[in-house]
């Protein structure tokens, strides 16, 4: 079969790689995006969809407020709003002990001068939340945040990518990434295309992409469970999470809720078949039902998890390939990339056409990370449990 | 309340009954769940109850076999669970049920999955208007509380049960409006050369099936190849119009409209588990693969019943047998000769069971427009999909159901995908030029049936696995 010649190609289709093959092909590049299932199979189906600077990593927070400026004009970027409303974010203290972790992040990104956080009390959070169950004491809010439609994301950058001119090829696992000249040929089912640059945005599966090219850079994985429930009358704007227990609750303007918050499932990277495990799935129901009474009876519609990239610090890897010139990592967002979406393709089509960025990177340089022991999935000892 | 047991059956009606008598005979611990309050399953819906009542005879010869079978399942020492739903199932065959209000999990030797067989979808214009219901939802009315529709009824579609409802209808003072007959023309021959075995295995079906027809042809008006079905209406059904076999459209004034376009196994569980499945060109739908015993390509996992594919009531049963002593072999309770021995009689009474299946089949199939609906159908009720949308996501090149699900939300409604999977398949294989057996279906994902938030509180973590 004949190569492709292209100039860059994106490998991972979830919405980090559509992101970067937008910017890339905006900015005049021929670029194809390679997929070994199906856009947004993984992490980018399976989330919160939250649009969160609230407690988010001091090191990302600047990028956080530059995705945040496009957030809020998605319309101008995708040709849809990707269901993003601002409704706030608030995080719950239940007593007064977690009162004090809230003052103290609130202390910390204040120091590195950031405002957008606001502690309020019992009243202004119940004002916010009137559902919420009385024994909550005070929040850590941020009113500009919200969230929006993972779904609809997805669908609004496949429209954006090829009405740029990316050619896209689903069900096109990579087999191997082989120097050709000064190129990259990377084949894969869909067959073998060749450009200097390269982009690793295949999340979970971005270690074994990245050791095609001889990069070491050792991540680990997790598989955040979700549940959605049955349409329900109004009960909440905002996004809750707390400070004490894992949960993110939302209700969508169809009126569903959605929750989820970190309770993991069990994963096998190998397969990629990601299980749902009720007995943590109880307990983020036993949270809700404690936090909202009103959801007790609330019919839950469908349970799923898709595996994504953690990083040992739990931030991305955004960066040139210090082993694989012309390669560029994009992926490690640890259970939080969701935000970080629109911004991100900018920084790659930043390093592939003019090799460098203005924007703070240096935090999420794969040389961090290369030397560190790998650290083990969470689920890694359950792997025998799973038959595919 | 976890728990161990020897063989968990999900579902009480003929299969699943069968099989728990037969493996309480090997000396298995078997537990029955069922979502409905009795034993029974579809067919003998409600029977303790009603079996002795007038009702039991309008309903016909077969509703009365039931009870015979549900006195033996009762005595058999199976531990029976009404109204508990069996809402997830791991691979290492861990079950996890709900009853009013409680979950918990029950780890099983095996399991077997005798649920049966839904409705197939039957997406066309106006298929959403109050009004329009299906057959088995006027069926389930008339089984539980002797309901009828108040208004006169039409009845459109095909397969031995709209035949049946509507003469259990008429028998019990309800009216029919007009009987359309969607089979394509033609199929009465085409199923000409099934007819010989059919005769001989079956002949009191057959014979049963053309006695109904003769007398719904006496009492209510009956068109042939009625295609092209559209309800219309504001707020409720007002009208239907559809074509008869010459091509002309007629017009009627309705009220209730009931359609039915024969049965297809439910395969959620099944699909849940991963186990392989293979399409059933006769009966247009897939299947779970099975060996002789009824066993899944999932270890320990056994399907019986209108699961395995649609065969009907007797040969439900037979499998269910085959099935729980393919369950006691596995689990080292009869040796693999005596259980050969034991299924000897069974096989062939099977084999007799489902010779008129072929005849049927090629009788009754569905319509092909069902399978690539106007693009004015709704596909998908949950979320209001319709089939236009669909077929331009395909002419815009997706080929899968899980991408259409993505970008429509269709499939991530309530109904799991229960409705729209089967037109979805068919307008994407039509669009793109491939065959339904070669789409695979979407991913299900769990609950598979319905849990409440407080329900899964409930869960007890201590005692869930790992």
């Keep these: 079969m004949t190569a492709i010649v292209r100039d860059a190609v994106v490998i991972g289709g979830g919405l980090h790689g559509l992101s970067a093959a937008l910017f890339l092909a905006r900015a005049g590049q021929r670029v194809t995006v390679v997929e ?20 988010r990593a001091i090191e990302e927070l600047p990028l956080a407020f530059e995705a945040m400026e496009m957030w809020r004009d998605m319309n101008a970027h995708v040709g849809d709003d990707c269901g993003f409303h601002a409704c706030g974010q608030v995080r ?140 329900v009358p109004p009960l909440l704007e905002p996004v809750v999470g707390l400070v004490g227990r894992p949960l993110s609750f939302k209700q969508t303007d169809k009126g569903t809720l959605i929750i989820g918050g970190g309770q993991q499932g069990r994963a096998d990277i190998e397969t990629g078949r990601s299980i749902v495990d009720f007995a943590g799935l109880a307990k983020t129901a036993r949270t809700v039902t404690e936090l909202f009474a009103a959801t007790a009876g609330v019919g839950i519609t469908r349970c799923w998890t898709g595996i994504e990239a953690q990083t040992k610090d739990r931030l991305p890897v955004i960066g040139t390939s210090p082993d694989a010139p012309g390669m560029i990592h994009l992926f490690g967002f640890s259970g939080h990339g969701f935000q970080l979406v629109p911004v991100t393709g900018a920084i790659v089509a930043d390093l592939a056409i003019r090799g460098t960025t203005q924007r703070n990177i240096a935090a999420f340089a794969p040389q961090r990370l290369q030397g560190e022991a790998i650290e083990a999935c969470p689920q890694d000892g359950l792997r025998h449990a799973i038959k595919e | ?312 009531a007797r040969a439900a049963g037979l499998r269910g047998e085959l099935a729980a002593l393919g369950v006691a072999m596995r689990l080292g309770r009869i040796g693999a000769e005596a259980a050969e021995q034991r299924a000897a009689p069974v096989r062939a009474a099977l084999r007799r069971a489902i010779g008129v299946r072929p005849f049927l089949d090629a009788l009754y199939p569905p319509r092909v427009e069902i399978s690539d609906p106007p693009d004015a159908a709704i596909v998908c009720r949950c979320e209001e999909v319709r089939a236009g949308r669909v077929r331009a996501l395909a002419a815009g090149g997706l080929t899968d159901p899980n991408q259409v699900k993505t970008a429509t939300r269709a499939g991530m409604g309530p109904c799991h995908g229960r409705q729209c999977s089967a037109p979805i398949a068919g307008i994407l294989a039509r669009m793109g030029g491939s065959e339904v057996r070669d789409i695979a279906p979407g991913r299900v994902r769990p609950p598979i049936r319905p849990l409440t938030l407080a329900e899964l509180a409930s869960l007890d973590a201590t005692e869930a696995p790992r």
């Design chain 1, 92 to 231: 719950v203290a239940e007593s007064v002990d977690e009162v004090a972790s809230l003052e103290a992040r609130q202390a910390q990104s204040r120091a590195a001068g950031f405002t957008h956080e606001e502690i309020i009390d019992a009243a202004e959070l119940r004002r916010l939340v009137p559902a919420i169950a009385p024994h909550c004491v005070a929040a850590l809010v941020t009113r500009d945040d919200g969230a929006a439609d993972p779904h609809r994301t997805i669908d609004a950058y496949r429209r954006s990518i090829l009405a740029a001119g990316v050619a896209l090829h689903e069900g096109a696992g990579v087999t191997k990434v082989v120097r050709q000249g000064q190129d990259w040929a990377v084949h894969c089912d869909a067959g073998t295309f060749v450009a200097p640059c390269v982009v690793n945005a295949a999340g979970a599966w971005a270690g074994q992409v990245a050791a095609m090219v001889g990069c070491h850079i050792p991540i680990s994985c997790r598989a955040s469970m979700m549940m959605v429930t049955e349409r």
């Design chain 2, 1 to 312: 309340m976890s728990r161990r047991v020897d063989l968990l059956i999900v579902g009480a009606g003929p299969a699943g009954l069968a099989a728990a008598i037969t493996a309480r005979a090997c000396g298995l611990d078997v537990v029955v769940v069922d979502e409905q309050a009795g034993p029974g399953g579809q067919i003998w819906r409600d029977i303790e109850q009603v079996g002795a009542t007038p009702r039991a005879r309008l309903l016909g010869q077969a509703y009365g076999e039931g009870r015979g079978v549900v006195r033996a399942f009762r005595e058999s020492g199976a531990e029976f669970l009404p109204e508990t739903r069996m809402w997830n199932v791991d691979e290492d065959l861990r079950a996890y049920l709900a009853h009013r209000g409680r979950a918990w999990s029950i780890e099983a030797g095996a399991l077997l999955l005798a649920t049966g067989a839904q409705e197939r979808p039957v997406p066309f214009p106006g298929s959403t208007l109050p009004g329009v219901m299906t057959v088995g939802a006027g069926q389930i009315l008339l089984k539980s509380s002797g309901q009828v529709p108040a208004d006169p009824a039409w009845i459109a579609g095909t397969g031995p049960l709209a035949l049946l409802y509507a003469i259990q209808l008429l028998a019990a003072g309800g009216r029919i409006a007009g009987f359309l007959d969607t089979r394509p023309t033609g199929q009465t021959l085409a199923a000409g050369r099934h007819a010989a075995r059919a005769l001989l295995t079956g002949p009191r079906d057959i014979a049963k099936g053309a006695a109904w027809m003769a007398q719904l042809r006496r009492r209510v008006p009956v068109f042939g190849h009625a295609h092209g079905i559209v309800a219309e209406g504001g707020h409720t059904l007002e009208r239907i119009r559809f074509r008869d076999k010459r091509g002309a459209e007629v017009t009627r004034a309705a009220k209730v409209l009931l359609v039915h376009e024969g049965v297809i196994p439910a395969l959620h569980a099944t699909q849940a588990l991963g186990c392989r499945h293979e399409w059933d060109a006769a009966q247009q739908c897939f299947r779970p693969v099975l060996d002789d015993w009824g066993t899944t390509s999932v270890a320990g996992v056994h399907v019986a019943g209108d699961g395995a594919g649609i065969a009907g």
């Design chain 1, 36 to 55: 070994r299932a199906y856009l947004g199979r993984h992490a980018s189906g399976a989330n919160a969809a939250g649009v969160r600077t609230l407690n």
